[in-house]
């Protein structure tokens, strides 16, 4: 099963359902609690990183929206460089998140 097919699946389930499963799985095979930690830290970051990535793009088509001058109505660049701002900062939040949990210490 490849791991985009095993992610569908799991996402049919509710969050403390896979928590108890990946304890389950924990206790059945011994390795250590911080390897465990780390995978998941690593897994959350490049979800972030993805989000992040796709907001970027989203930014740089509306940059060069603004930009194009045909002759658009104020109105709509106005609206345009909102949602430039507005994107702006979502990419900001994701960073920062993505700070907190690499910042994380592991217990």
């Known amino acids: 099963m490849r791991k985009a ?21 924990k206790l059945q095979r011994p390795s250590s609690y911080e390897t465990l930690l780390l995978i998941a830290k690593r897994n959350e970051v490049d979800i972030l990183e993805k ?27 106005s609206d345009l460089i909102q949602n430039i701002f507005k994107l702006e900062k979502e990419i900001m939040d994701i960073t920062k998140n ?8 592991s217990n």
Do not use: P
């Open 51 to 77: 989000k992040r990535n796709s907001k970027y793009k989203k930014l740089e088509k509306l940059k060069k929206d603004c930009c194009n001058d045909d002759g658009d109505i104020e109105e709509d660049k």
């Open 5 to 25: 097919d095993l992610v569908k699946e799991l996402n049919k389930f509710s969050k403390r359902s896979l928590i108890e499963t990946l304890i389950d799985v």
């Open 98 to 105: 993505i700070m907190e949990v690499l910042a994380r210490k």
